[in-house]
């Protein structure tokens, strides 16, 4: 596989890990050597279990029974041989766990993402609506 193919399962198994909430599988995405963060729309969330558990955990599961996270127009920007920036419009399929409802959220994603151990790791999140 091909860095840009490499990068899109990256993308691919972070939804995947967005729909499951698996720690194990969200904690395999992001890198171990440098600092992560992730922002949403005005939140920020520093570190990979700060990311699990406030944003993942304590965010989307206290708000939603499921949550898909789709991705449109993905555009993969190579920086250089272990940094790339990924934007791609989202929208979300989810039902509140309030009211069992259906309900959906749309914008822009970007992802800094770096190569560690010769695999693409996410450093850094970014939500905007």
Do not use: P
């Not at 729309?41 to 989307?60: M, R, S």
Request: hydrophobic share 35%; charged share 25%; net charge negative.
């Amino acid at each position: 596989m091909n860095d840009t193919e490499q990068i899109n399962a990256l993308v691919s198994c972070y939804q995947k890990a967005i729909h499951s909430q698996d720690k194990e599988e969200f904690y395999n995405l992001w890198a171990r050597h440098n600092q992560c963060s992730l922002i949403s729309i005005t939140k920020k969330f520093i570190g990979i279990d700060a990311i699990y558990n406030d944003f993942l955990i304590g965010c989307i599961q206290k708000a939603y029974d499921t949550i898909d996270l789709i991705t449109d127009n993905i555009d993969i920007h190579i920086i250089s041989s272990d940094l790339a920036i990924v934007i791609f419009e989202y929208h979300t399929e989810c039902i509140r766990r309030e009211t069992k409802e259906s309900y959906g959220i749309k914008g822009l994603e970007t992802q800094v993402v770096i190569k560690e151990n010769n695999e693409w790791k996410l450093v850094h999140v970014h939500y905007s609506k």
